[in-house]
């Protein structure tokens, strides 16, 4: 049976799905909020370690306005509420991407990060402003500038997910098949699971019955 450590996600769908149940994309947003808590609870019942949910990706600004603003109020609204949860539930939050929101989110981020820093149950990484592409480039830079070898090692070693183990897993829902600049380094070996639901649809039964299917899996990487 497959160990797993870490599951990755590409939460797709939620613009879609409130389209299509009412007619607002936003509506969306803030159902895909209340899967998110769902798949946190059953991350830790499964004794996983890691779970890293693509939230706004480096592209995503090219999007509406008002939607983003929506987006950044309920991240703003669910840290603000909810951190105590987190805390006490002995989750750790960690931020990919590039931290230039407004003052305000970019402070309650930080806050966020540090009231949980020393939290080990389980460590969220929330990938925001994330962009995989830029980050690799950023990682050479970085040896470069330090004068070391440019290898495997390193350059996993200047990513922003160093020191966390890659993701055995990885699930994209609204039946999109592709990774949208996602962990593209990390991903390598992972297992990935294309799932038909749009994110706010995705339920529990779905997580388990994906880590079930990864645990039966044959891992070769590479070998017979």
Not at 16 to 36: D, E, I, P
Not at 100 to 108: C, G, I, T, Y
Not at 154 to 169: A, F, G, M, V, W
Not at 172 to 182: I, P, V, Y
């Amino acid at each position: 049976m497959n160990p797993l450590n870490h599951v990755a996600i590409i939460m797709d769908g939620n613009g879609r799905w409130g389209l299509k149940n009412a007619k607002s994309r936003n509506a969306g947003h803030k159902a895909g909020l209340k899967t998110v808590e769902k798949i946190i609870k059953q991350t830790i019942k499964q004794n996983i370690k890691y779970l890293t949910l693509y939230a706004f990706s480096t592209e995503n600004w090219k999007r509406p306005k008002k939607e983003i603003n929506y987006l950044f109020n309920i991240l703003k609204n669910f840290l603000t509420n909810k951190i105590g949860d987190i805390y006490n539930q002995d989750i750790k939050l960690k931020i990919i991407g590039k931290k230039n929101f407004s003052k305000e989110l970019n402070k309650l981020l930080k806050f966020s990060e540090k009231k949980t820093s020393k939290n080990k149950s389980l460590q969220i990484n929330l990938a925001l402003n994330y962009g995989s592409r830029s980050e690799i480039i950023n990682a050479i830079k970085l040896i470069t500038k330090n004068k070391e070898k440019i290898n495997k090692k390193n350059i996993s070693k200047y990513l922003q997910t160093r020191n966390i183990p890659d993701p055995e897993i990885l699930i994209r829902t609204g039946n999109t098949k592709r990774l949208s600049n996602f962990l593209l380094w990390q991903v390598a070996y992972t297992e990935i699971f294309f799932e038909k639901k749009l994110w706010p649809d995705f339920n529990e039964k779905d997580y388990i019955k994906i880590i079930k299917k990864f645990k039966k899996i044959k891992r070769n990487f590479g070998k017979i």
